[in-house]
């Protein structure tokens, strides 16, 4: 296996075999995604949602407010497409415009339908061991670890970061795979000490080529989770050039986690439609 | 302050002050705990509880099934607390009886009666560091920190036991007060090195004197979550003994962690209670 864990490749792999189970499906699966203003940044990952979605089979439903929406009216669009039985996917695209309260909105998302994990039942039933709906990106990140047959159990994982999208889901998946887990984030002391003793590496602060050659061990595995963009170029939380010389394995920027965090959505969506398929019979 | 923590005493303050607070009510808080079968243990458990909640004046209501009920009941019995809008408090006693699933009934608990707080959806609101109802034991341990005045921002913490019921609510407690965590568990390699590493060490494993005196560093502070018991006497899962020399602070048992998690129930029936009160004017 290569040293660069290529997550393109295993994205288009997922894509393709989701494409073969649609293919059988009477009624087409649907995603829901709803936006509020237009943020550049969001109306390029949406757009990439829907060529997803395009790709495999999946009917794309985009539901666009204004900023000066009322947020009653987010609700109310939410029940809707709750009670749809159409619908069997449901994503609010953040970041929120200022005034929305994006964490009120979500938890309005039936757990059933919450395709992105980010309700607060869905997080509890991850921590408790039980099946639910998984935020994709830590989702994408165990999949591609389970692709390159890194085995977990016992192992150091230090995650960098604690965010409610990436690092506490992802310690409830370490831990189910029985790893060692330690969380570091802004306030921690001595950061390298815990770095160093990785195993495996996850990194998500949103700071470019944050983590140093010295600050990983030879052998790691560095998964990172950084999209940090300066004069158009990408560039990753991890000085990518010259850590890689010194691990064992390492995902890349762009091409890394950011394609499986799409791949894992489209996952989410026709597993949460054959659960309530299964259900209707 | 004293090298041994003592949680007796500042259980007996705690109880003391709900006690206060309670003679201002008019209508009496009221704590309801299921009980299936006579488990011994579960008998004496119940008891403490009994005994503090009439210390403090809060009623307290057992139920209690055979281990013949059929779950059917006992959920409708579950149904009828959560409606009674004399009930503020929900409680089932664990360990159940075999053929029942805890789990199962736990999560048909009211939310805002789930006084142990071991519903998913609690758990999922800690992890989201919103209020919720707290899970005793993990509450307790953080009361105890704070009352000795131990500055978490930063420090490594290094949690030993990933259960349901200690460790998995203490990496978001611990996590929301800026502190960073390890958790270590039965399958953790070179345990040792984490629990060395450990500004403060929790230890909920189970077994008798688990954690030596070569396992913790100088100045640590250590938390003994463990209660196992031999010829009649108790002991912790930390060789208290040897391991005391070396620390700078640690919990004895009994009188460490025990009495703070009755003290952490009672802390939660008034403060579900008040919660629900003002819901009704």
């Given at each position: ?97 200022d005034g929305f309260n994006a964490d009120k909105l979500i938890n309005y998302i ?31 990140i165990m999949k591609l670890l389970e692709h390159e047959n890194i085995d977990l ?129």
């Amino acid at each position: 296996m290569s040293k660069i864990i290529d997550g393109k490749k295993l994205k288009e792999e997922i894509i393709d075999s989701l494409k073969k189970e649609v293919k059988h499906f009477m009624i087409k699966p649907c995603l829901a995604v709803i936006q509020i203003g237009d943020d550049p940044a969001s109306n390029t990952y949406i757009k990439a949602k829907a060529k997803a979605c395009d790709e495999i089979g999946i009917y794309f439903k985009h539901i666009k407010f204004t900023e000066e929406t009322k947020e009653i009216e987010v609700i109310n669009k939410i029940i809707e497409l709750n009670n749809d039985e159409y619908v069997h996917g449901i994503l609010l695209q953040l970041p929120l415009p200022d005034g929305f309260n994006a964490d009120k909105l979500i938890n309005y998302i039936a757990r059933n339908k919450d395709v992105d994990g980010l309700t607060d039942i869905n997080l509890g039933k991850l921590y408790n061991n039980k099946p639910c709906l998984i935020s994709c990106t830590p989702q994408g990140i165990m999949k591609l670890l389970e692709h390159e047959n890194i085995d977990l159990e016992g192992k150091n994982v230090t995650i960098v970061g604690r965010s409610n999208l990436v690092g506490k889901p992802l310690i409830g998946l370490m831990l189910n795979k029985n790893a060692t887990v330690t969380v570091c984030h802004s306030k921690t002391e001595n950061l390298s000490k815990h770095t160093k003793n990785a195993d495996v590496l996850v990194v998500a602060v949103g700071k470019k080529e944050f983590i140093k050659e010295n600050m990983v061990k030879e052998d790691a595995v560095v998964i990172d989770v950084g999209i940090n963009k300066e004069d158009n170029k990408l560039y990753g939380d991890v000085d990518f050039n010259k850590v890689k010389t010194k691990v064992k394995k390492i995902t890349p920027v762009p091409g890394g986690v950011g394609p499986m965090t799409v791949a894992m959505l489209m996952t989410n969506v026709i597993n949460a439609y054959q659960k309530q398929q299964k259900k209707s019979v």
